[in-house]
């Protein structure tokens, strides 16, 4: 099976833009979550998506939103862009049937806001 | 009360040697704890999970230790090689269906040859 997908790999917006990034899950998996990783704070939830709804949400501002299509893939827009919003983003994907599955993640997509 | 604490920050090990990262919570709700393990330019990889059920469970080198009472729980790589150089985090998560983890800062591995 192939892995988790993620692109752009690499990205570099400037202040006030608005960006998009893509996750692809593992075939069959229907659960996707968004993590962002910072050298100073880790790895921070921002949401998760189930069958084309969010079923959790962290701490984040709403500039940052999300939203998962029929085919599992989903999506994460940051919009008015920040300097502090320049971090690694996770996705990471599951089946979504049980609680404590493994979490599979993809290689992350690099964001540099200038 | 969502925190997970984790030290070291970062720890040089050498060949052959004991690796121990430690982490630490607070809300008694957490019932599942799973060490990820990231190379540069790769996503996190689960490496072991352990419930609260039980104190300790070993896969291979890696063994996760857990302290009930003391809210602590860590991992220690037996035998550490100079492959295991990584950044290893804990995370704690509670909740049937859920996937909101929380994870620790993460502690860079570096086993020297």
């Known amino acids: 099976k192939a892995g988790v997908t993620q692109t752009p790999r690499y990205l570099i917006k400037t202040r006030g833009q608005q960006v998009t990034l893509s996750c692809s899950p593992i075939?069959?998996?229907?659960?996707v979550s968004w993590y962002q990783q910072t050298p100073g704070q880790g790895l921070q939830f921002l949401f998760e998506?189930?069958?084309?709804?969010?079923?959790n949400k962290g701490n984040f501002p709403g500039r940052f939103s999300g939203r998962q299509f029929s085919n599992s893939r989903s999506e994460m827009n940051v919009s008015t862009l920040e300097l502090g919003d320049s971090a690694l983003y996770l996705c990471?994907?599951?089946?979504?049937?049980?609680?404590?599955?493994?979490?599979?993640f993809g290689p992350g997509t690099r964001l540099l806001v200038l | 009360q969502q925190q997970v604490k984790q030290s070291p920050q970062s720890l040089i090990v050498q060949k052959g040697g004991i690796s121990i990262i430690n982490c630490a919570y607070e809300?008694?709700?957490?019932?599942?704890f799973p060490w990820y393990q990231q190379f540069p330019g790769k996503g996190p990889a689960l490496l072991i999970a352990?419930?609260?059920?039980?104190s300790e469970k070993k896969e291979g080198r890696f063994t996760i230790s857990f302290n009930k009472s003391a809210k602590q729980f860590s991992l220690h790589i037996m035998d550490s090689q100079p492959g295991d150089s990584a950044t290893y985090f804990c995370?704690?998560?509670?909740?049937?269906?859920?996937?909101?983890?929380?994870f620790g800062t993460g502690t860079r591995l570096k086993v020297l040859a």
């Open positions: 998506y189930f069958s084309e709804t969010q079923r």
């Open positions: 075939s069959g998996h229907r659960s």
């Open positions: 995370a704690a998560s509670y909740g049937a269906g859920t996937y909101k983890y929380i």
């Open positions: 990471a994907s599951s089946s979504g049937q049980g609680a404590k599955e493994t979490q599979y």
């Open positions: 809300n008694t709700a957490f019932d599942y």
């Open positions: 352990i419930r609260p059920d039980v």
